[in-house]
């Protein structure tokens, strides 16, 4: 599919990564990574980012998380998750670099105080608060009040 240049965007690239991750095919991501997307760490996007570090972290792939997130922030790429920021923290500890850690904690400790983002996009109302027309009344009759 990807040789005939059909898949070329990437959410398509992201599936890929995705299936190949829950295929148990690790190392064929990380390939596939390395020549199509992490060549161009300027412009690749964090959710694909986050998603290929989620990769590296779930495989215990720590080398790898560390160079990736080295390469981002030599872009000055700042991540917008403090989830990111976690693995990333737990990756440094785990290696034995405790300053690293610390530098990381203190440089986005901005994102971990922080509360729970909005899940929700958009400016519509919920079902939930839109105003609920009674049984009885009419919608031109609810519109006039």
């Known amino acids: 599919m990807l040789s005939k240049g059909q898949g070329t965007t990437m959410g398509t690239y992201g599936q890929l990564i995705r299936a190949l991750d829950m295929d148990h095919r690790v190392g064929e991501a990380q390939k596939f990574w390395e020549m199509k997307i992490g060549t161009d760490l300027h412009s690749v996007p964090w959710q694909l980012c986050h998603l290929m570090i989620s990769v590296y972290y779930r495989n215990n792939m720590l080398e790898d998380l560390v160079k990736l997130f080295k390469g981002l922030e030599s872009f000055d790429r700042k991540p917008r998750d403090k989830l990111i920021i976690q693995k990333v ?17 203190e440089k986005y400790s901005h994102l971990l105080e922080e509360g729970p983002r909005p899940t929700r996009k958009g400016g519509r109302k919920s079902s939930a608060t839109k105003k609920k027309v009674q049984p009885n009344e009419s919608r031109k009759d609810s519109e006039e009040k």
């Not at 737990?90 to 990381?104: F, S």
């Open 89 to 105: 923290a737990n990756a440094y500890e785990i290696l034995g670099l405790v300053e690293e850690k610390e530098r990381i904690m």
